[in-house]
């Protein structure tokens, strides 16, 4: 790539996602309050700055924080986390540097999401060649309404999804650097050293970077093994053609992929483990707190919790133990009967996620005076934040990956594996929980890759439009779909960031009874 090239294919990214963070950033602290699981893990951030791990709250910590008063908000006991730190730490950033306001719990959710536009454009050049296409691909992730909810709220799936995008794109930058070189197995992989921590820190937001992991560690052996293959084919041809090339390289399935595979766990695997271990260090510091409140009366943490264990690595000995132990409620806590049975009104089935079949509204005020909004006499007026996406890009999108699927079945290019196992790992695994509340809002991390598939077809007719007729055509196809994704955005952005607007308006914006 030339120099120009390679200028012109940062430049269109970054100035992409700095339209995606001005549009994050615009009236962020609105509205003034604790909306949905921010009650969690605002508070649960300004508690890892203030005491290193997560306290419990008092019951009015909510009204306190919201009219800024900061003193007397925790009691001193350890409270019972359902996700690791790692996401709260990147909410504390933002805390620390602004203050515990709506504005300070809520901008790294924001600059994470606007990064996010960026190595999303940046992935899909990588995959296409193509600096518009890259750049297309960043817009639709920029003007989707649930990324960009989700992306002005502080929960966690937004720093969940930065890292799975973030770690799948350090893996096809690695499978481009192996390309370049297979005569030879390279042992040294800064990529895919970078993918593992990337994977370690979504796994330290939340458990379920755990399904990606291990389905993108299946999808780069195979890259390499595959690619490996062909390469010794080649040789293996060029050889018999010709007696004066070079020997061709020894292949075998099982010595290939283990040459192959035992590097990838190290790399992927391990140093995940470490990094997802290190989000757990406020545990790991004050364990001796969990240790009496949760492990005091219950057997199978051992006696270490009142006679601790003595010698120079007993107490590293200790704290690990009571992590095991952590670890074993909160898996019983996600997939126990504690939360089996239990309802929602916003929770929703997998199987319509794709099509936005059930939005949640974070954040509802019904009935407010026709004067707060200027509607005429008699009527009301509504505020809400919606977490919906945006239907021109979804609904494309949700086509694209069932294209993507035939595609790759058809054409066995390696390409085609980002978005498909993208969007199996990120939102099959769900339907394994129908059984307790899940939400809609959990496929914001498949909203990236269902993007990569609707633009490797974008790609597809780009290559194709060889004709001044076909070029019009594809021209005017992505042009109408960018005019949609604009349009719907401007029209669902009032929704989107607590706009007080006449409940006729509002409900304009319903299209489907399941929307309200």
């Known amino acids: 790539m030339e120099a120009r090239d390679r200028v012109v294919g940062w430049l269109g990214p970054a100035a992409v996602a700095l339209l995606a963070l001005g549009l994050r950033v615009w009236h962020l602290g609105r509205p003034n309050l604790l909306v949905f699981d921010e009650t969690y893990y605002a508070k649960d951030a300004y508690s890892l700055l203030q005491h290193g791990y997560v306290q419990d709250f008092v019951s ?31 909410i504390a950033v933002g805390e620390a540097i602004f203050g515990m306001n709506s504005f300070g719990w809520r901008i790294s959710a924001a600059v994470v999401g606007a990064l996010t536009v960026l190595v999303l454009a940046r992935l899909v050049l990588r995959l296409t060649g193509s600096v518009w296409v890259g750049c297309l691909a960043g817009l639709l992730l920029c003007l989707d ?75 780069v052996v195979g890259w390499e093994v595959l690619a490996r293959r062909t390469h010794a084919r080649t040789h293996a041809a060029d050889r018999a053609n010709d007696e004066g090339a070079s020997p061709a390289p020894r292949f075998g399935w099982v010595r290939t992929t283990l040459a192959t595979g035992l590097p990838a766990f190290g790399y992927l695997v391990l140093v995940a483990l470490v990094v997802y271990l290190l989000t757990w260090t406020g545990f790991l510091l004050h364990q001796e707190a969990y240790a009496v409140r949760y492990g005091l009366g219950d057997p199978s943490w051992g006696s270490y919790v009142s006679s601790p264990t003595p010698g120079f690595l007993g107490g590293v000995l200790d704290a690990f133990r009571s992590l095991w132990h952590f670890h074993v409620m909160v898996f019983d806590f996600h997939t126990g009967s504690y939360l089996a049975g239990k309802t929602h009104p916003y929770a929703s089935n997998p199987a319509g996620w794709l099509l936005l079949e059930r939005p949640v509204a974070f ?14 006499e008699g009527s009301t007026c509504i505020r809400e934040v919606t977490a919906l996406g945006n239907p021109a890009v979804w609904w494309p999108a949700a086509v694209a990956v069932v294209a993507a699927v035939v595609a790759w079945v058809r054409t066995r290019d390696g390409r085609w594996a980002v978005p498909v196992v993208g969007v199996a790992a990120g939102w099959l695994p769900w339907f394994g929980s129908t059984d307790r509340p899940i939400f809609s809002f959990y496929a914001v991390l498949v909203v990236p890759f269902m993007i990569v598939a609707l633009c490797l077809l974008v790609d597809e007719a780009r290559r194709w439009a060889d004709t001044a007729q076909r070029r019009y055509a594809v021209g005017l196809g992505v042009g109408l779909l960018v005019v949609a994704v604009v349009a719907c955005f401007w029209y669902f952005l009032p929704i989107w960031t607590d706009r007080t607007i006449p409940y006729d308006a509002w409900l304009d914006r319903m299209w489907f009874r399941r929307w309200i």
């Open 363 to 376: 954040d509802a005020q019904f009935k407010l005076p026709a004067t707060a909004c200027g509607a005429p």
């Open 60 to 90: 009015d910590a909510n009204e306190k924080i919201v009219d800024g008063v900061l003193t007397g908000l925790t009691n001193g006991q350890p409270a019972y986390i359902a996700h690791p730190d790692g996401g709260k730490w990147l």
């Open 145 to 219: 309404g649930l990324h960009f909810v989700m992306s002005r709220t502080a929960l966690l799936d937004v720093f969940l999804t930065f890292w799975v995008v973030a770690g799948v794109a350090c893996l096809v930058a690695d499978r481009d650097a192996v390309r370049a070189r297979l005569d030879a197995y390279v042992r040294w992989r800064p990529w895919q050293l970078a993918a593992g921590v990337c994977f370690g820190m979504a796994v330290g937001t939340k458990w379920s970077g755990l399904y990606v992991l291990a389905a993108f560690g299946v999808v």
